[in-house]
């Protein structure tokens, strides 16, 4: 190659440089306009409320629950989108059986199901052995509703979730979906959980010493500090939920620090003992209010797993 040549290519190369360098600059400083549109398209809201269920398809007896009494009593409800959340795969034959039994637009979601870090798996389990559960179902299922429901990208496209169990039901139409904007949490019963809450009540204390929190819910939060041997919850196998309250920045302060100690490993701490500590923790009194259920929703329907 001669010298004319290769100046050249030199000088074709550096000009293609300067080109592709002056491009760049201007798509850098141009207003992001196609980004903003994705990424307001990706959080696109679904509906105003949806509706979550975590089922084990691994278990027939939820299956069967779900499908012929979950899903067949809320045909009654405006067309809405329910998510089944599950760690296991779904087969087509029971994909196909669920959209069969209900008009509401069913959305199959695969979860993972992780452990605590360094979490010793081969330790005994804190409930008794079931033929039908999983060793550490239980405890997983309690933590995804805690904690990883509110995380999931599904989820996100609601500003409400309701949540039900498969073996959860509506025994006639009386029960009328609503809510308002005020409200982040509407609840099924009140009750105690005197089993399973090893240190629960000692966790909660110490994060509000530690932290210096000022419970927003003071009458809530004294029924916790009141009652040393059993703790405070909503039954929330029904419950309606705030998703922006779940995913507040102090919410989810707390829901780690709880999370970190591994009491839902370690000692089967519900998610519901958990619930009433959230809302009395970072909710005001306005801002909860009970599900009028009149005597229209039952749980367990068909017996419990
Ligand atoms: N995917 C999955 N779902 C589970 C598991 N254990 C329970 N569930 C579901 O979680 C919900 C609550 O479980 P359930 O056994 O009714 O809890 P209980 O009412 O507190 O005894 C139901 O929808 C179950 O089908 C599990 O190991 N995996
Ligand atoms: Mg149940």
Redesign the pocket.
Known sequence: MNQTIKRRIGGTTIVACLIFMFIFAIINNLPQYEIRTSSSAEKEILDDIGIA????WK?KK?MEDLISGMLPSIKHFKPMHIVL????DVSSDYQRRVRQVTNHTIHFILIE?NFPKDFDVNMPSPVKKSNR??KW??M??CEFWFKHIWHNPLTQKFRYLMR????SCFLNQKYKLEYNDSLVYLHGLFTWEGAYITDLRKHILDYVSKYNIEPKNPAMFKVIQDNPSKLPMYYN?IEIVKIAFMLKKEVQHFTDYMQATKGQFLYRW?DAPLRYATLALFSKPTEITALDLKGSYK??CNG??
């Open positions: 269920i975590l089922v084990d278990l939820a959340f599950s760690e296991s199901f559960r999983s179902g239980y997983h299922m039900f169990d498969t073996d196998n519900g749980h367990s419990g797993y």
